[in-house]
């Protein structure tokens, strides 16, 4: 069965720094995604970035990016310069076949 | 942009009651998914449907739940009889295909008293 762990329940940045969120997951496909989404307190789930396993290039969106090491299964997302608004939980999440697998979840605490 | 909208955004019922949770996928889309998250937890697939059936289902999916779309926009999931632990943010998403991201739904607070 497919997993994610992120083994950071809590993080936090100052704001204006950069912060990067872990994330590792055991498949034995090939063919995958990798998702990162954002849940603030209103608990709507937005999703950050995308990562098709078939790219080797690390996907970007504006100040999100990724670290997508296949063969180590390690996803992390790195956030530079933190704004207030990033404050949330960070959820990262695999999609095989089927339905989507998530992480416990970290914690994004973004300080002024 | 589309979106998806889920109905009501905040349901109370009494342990023992069924509920009916809403959800209006966006309308392109082909593969439609419930998902829950008890209060401080992740988020735990429930259910996916595509082409007028369950094509996965969880081991939390038992007989106390359903899922239907019963006009070719709505997609609803109905709990039977609720309890206690019951309780949570259920969200619907929806997918145009394989390859592509799932959207989410505001979600749906539920709580069993």
């Known amino acids: 069965a497919q997993t994610v762990t992120q083994s950071q329940p809590e993080m936090s940045v100052q704001e204006a720094e950069t912060v990067t969120l872990s994330c590792t997951y055991d498949t034995s496909e090939s063919d995958y995604y990798l998702f990162w989404y954002k849940q603030p307190p209103s608990r709507q789930m937005i999703l950050v970035i995308r990562?098709?396993?078939?790219?080797?290039q690390n996907a970007t969106e504006n100040r999100f990016s990724v670290n997508f090491q296949k063969a180590a299964k390690s996803f992390s997302l790195k956030i530079s310069d933190s704004q207030l608004g990033d404050a949330a939980m960070y959820f990262c999440?695999?999609?095989?076949?089927?339905?989507?697998?998530f992480g416990a979840g970290t914690r994004l605490t973004v300080k002024p | 942009e589309p979106e998806v909208t889920q109905t009501p955004s905040h349901q109370v019922t009494q342990m023992g009651q069924e509920v009916i949770l809403r959800c209006v996928p966006i309308s392109n889309h082909l593969y439609f998914y419930w998902y829950r998250q008890i209060l401080g937890q992740k988020v735990e697939f429930l259910v996916s449907?595509?082409?007028?059936?369950?094509?996965?289902k969880s081991e939390i999916f038992d007989d106390q739940f359903s899922v239907e779309r019963p006009d070719g926009s709505n997609f609803t999931l109905k709990i039977r009889s609720t309890k206690l632990e019951d309780s949570a943010m259920y969200f619907c998403?929806?997918?145009?295909?394989?390859?592509?991201?799932?959207?989410f739904g505001p979600g749906t607070r539920l709580t069993v008293t």
């Open positions: 998403a929806s997918v145009k295909g394989f390859s592509y991201e799932q959207y």
């Open positions: 449907f595509y082409n007028n059936e369950i094509s996965e």
């Open positions: 990562q098709e396993a078939y790219k080797q």
């Open positions: 999440a695999y999609r095989s076949a089927g339905d989507m697998r």
